[in-house]
């Protein structure tokens, strides 16, 4: 099913937007994802994650991609007045972080909506 239409059909109101460390396409997949539906919808609230946080030193990402798209993506937040984009990288081969995924994610949604 096409991109598009998952997002219209669920309508959510925040987003995980997760990539694998050891992927350049999955990383840009999430560029091209969010250029495609946030020119032509409303946008919603999201936080980024890593996977395979404990293969990093194998992985062809470097921390400069991942900050930059970090950059990227918080110009978009800031204009529903959230000042950035939380990251967090994970592995679920350790359990690195997963329990932080969604305290995360409400921690942003309680943010936006003091604001």
């Known amino acids: 099913m096409d991109q598009m239409l998952l997002y219209e059909r669920f309508a959510p109101d925040d987003i995980i937007f997760m990539f694998t460390l050891s992927s350049r396409v999955s990383l840009q997949g999430i560029e091209r994802f969010i250029d495609n539906i946030f020119s032509r919808t409303k946008q919603v609230p999201f936080v980024l994650i890593g996977s395979k946080a404990d293969e990093w030193d194998k992985n062809t ?18 204009k529903i007045g959230i000042p ?3 990251y967090l990288s994970i ?4 359990g690195e972080n997963v329990e932080n995924v969604f305290p995360t994610l409400i921690e942003l949604l309680g943010d936006l909506k003091v604001i």
Request: aromatic share 0%; hydrophobic share 30%; net charge positive.
């Open 61 to 78: 990402l470097t921390k400069e991609d991942v900050t930059n798209l970090q950059k990227k993506l918080s110009l978009i937040q800031q």
């Open 84 to 86: 950035h984009v939380p």
């Open 91 to 94: 592995s679920s081969k350790t």
